[in-house]
């Protein structure tokens, strides 16, 4: 009987851990679950209470970009680095320009490390955010209309502090590396 208990303890123990991981952890497949995947962003986004901290290579959804902004009129602090070469070549789709002249948004450009015969700068490529300090969205998806409806993507979205913490030092380091974007 002492063993069946135990089992049976084990049990209703793996099923509320496994339970509380889904709970906390969305992982989506694009194009396939796009809809799904741009409403956890926006959800995420209008949730947000304190910060939100995104690193992107290319941004030209207008939806995310309305709802950030909408974030820093609520006071939410946004600061996003995107990458020097894109947001340059894509000046007129870019939702760079169109963020940074909200109050509460900052922006900057981060240029990739020099290679080591000095040839060429890298580029920053992460396509990150970190919702008040503890929730994380990562993935290979852009925020760009390509990215939710051509392109086969992956997006994962977990409530996880050690990783929101350790990104977001990450976030700081790039940073400083980072110019201001003007």
Not at 21 to 30: G, T
Not at 89 to 114: D, E, H, P
Not at 157 to 162: Q, R
């Amino acid at each position: 009987m002492r063993k069946k208990f135990k089992l049976f303890y084990l049990i209703i123990v793996f099923v509320s851990l496994s339970s509380n991981l889904i709970a906390n952890n969305n992982f989506y497949l694009l194009p396939q679950d796009a809809d799904k995947a741009l409403s956890a962003i926006l959800k995420n986004i209008d949730n947000s209470k304190e910060s939100i901290k995104i690193s992107i290579y290319n941004f030209t959804h207008k939806k995310i970009a309305k709802r950030l902004a909408s974030a820093a009129k609520r006071g939410v602090k946004i600061e996003i680095i995107f990458d020097e070469r894109s947001a340059n070549k894509q000046k007129k789709r870019s939702m760079l320009y169109f963020l940074a002249k909200y109050k509460n948004i900052t922006v900057y450009k981060l240029k990739g490390k020099i290679s080591k015969r000095k040839k060429y700068h890298g580029i920053m490529h992460l396509k990150t955010a970190i919702f008040d300090h503890k929730k994380i969205l990562f993935g290979s998806a852009n925020w760009s209309y390509s990215a939710f409806s051509n392109n086969y993507e992956l997006l994962y979205i977990t409530k996880d502090y050690a990783m929101a913490k350790k990104l977001e030092k990450y976030f700081e380091e790039m940073k400083k590396r980072s110019k201001l974007f003007k």
